[in-house]
């Protein structure tokens, strides 16, 4: 019998083997915990398609009665919302170009050279990490107006990728120790440079921690709120996302319904995000996991 035939055999007897009482409780724990986990969202989709009145008359019913799709079209075109998505697509695509080369620079030049002064530099990146950004956010605004920047893309981009980003530097560098010496002592005597071994040996080689690295700052850039805010409060056409679900709030009430298709018309460039890099990214937490 050939291996393809054997395994064919192991396969169908497992199909065809009853599950013990345990994996069938494990399935069912499983099943419901993930609904429980899953619903919150399943109930933002549906009040997206509710009017404000259905929303709290039949609670946490899931099923609309009649969809309202003038929702999106309103949280879309009327409250501005294509403009706020421009602007954070914006924001959040050169955040995470900024903060994946610095990072990356950092967390080779961390991970493969031995200087003075490198663990007391590690120290004092450990201590900014754990800095609310309360504390951080005066003295950007000052700088950021002071180089001109303050209501401009770049200058909110300034202020959400030149921080010290300490976990995405950190991701690196304990990738570039784990290197193999020879590839860089190789990529030298065919003549490369310092700059060349970096972006074209280290870092296609880092790939799963660079798409760690847009993940997480994709979501930080995307969902962050009160820089966006503080750089934009006179100039409300440069909203993000996040600062614009503040128009939805008025003196006389909240539209609910807008709000939930507005949050959903968030959450789809996130989602879109993670299911093409989740492969990457489950790869290298699993990898850290080993070491």
């Known amino acids: 019998m050939t291996a393809t035939a054997r395994t064919g055999l192991t396969w169908r007897a497992r199909l065809l083997r009853r599950p013990s009482p345990g994996q069938v409780v ?46 999106y079209a309103r949280a879309w075109n009327e409250v501005g919302f294509a403009t706020y998505f421009v ?4 924001i959040t695509a050169g955040t995470v170009l900024l903060v994946v080369v610095r990072s990356a620079l950092a967390g080779y030049v961390l991970g493969r ?6 663990k007391l530099l590690i120290g004092v990146f450990l201590v900014t990490f754990f800095l609310p950004e309360g504390y951080t956010i005066i003295p950007i605004t000052q700088l950021t107006d002071q180089l001109g920047l303050l209501n401009t893309h770049a200058g909110v981009v300034l202020g959400l990728g030149a921080g010290g980003q300490i976990a995405s530097t950190l991701l690196y560098a304990g990738f570039f120790r784990r290197m193999p010496k020879e590839l860089e002592e190789t990529a030298r005597l065919d003549g490369a440079g310092h700059f060349t071994i970096f972006f074209r040996v280290m870092l296609p080689l880092a790939w799963p921690i660079t798409a760690t690295v847009v ?8 969902n962050v709120y009160l820089l966006p805010l503080v750089f934009t409060l006179s100039e409300p056409g440069l909203r993000t996302l996040a600062v614009g679900m503040t128009v939805f709030v008025g003196e006389r009430g909240t539209d609910w319904s807008g709000m939930a298709a507005a949050a959903v018309i968030s959450l789809i460039p996130v989602i879109a995000v993670f299911v093409v890099l989740q492969r990457k990214f489950v790869d290298s937490i699993a990898g850290a996991v080993k070491q």
């Open 26 to 71: 494990t399935v069912v724990l499983l099943l419901v915990l993930g609904g429980l986990w899953i619903y919150p969202f399943a109930w933002l989709v549906s009040a997206s398609l509710k009017s404000s009145p259905e929303i709290f008359g039949r609670g946490l019913a899931l099923l609309p009665e009649e969809p309202v799709w003038e929702n």
């Open 215 to 222: 993940i997480l700052t994709f979501l930080f850039a995307w």
């Open 113 to 118: 050279y031995d200087f003075v002064g490198k």
């Open 87 to 90: 602007n954070t697509l914006v």
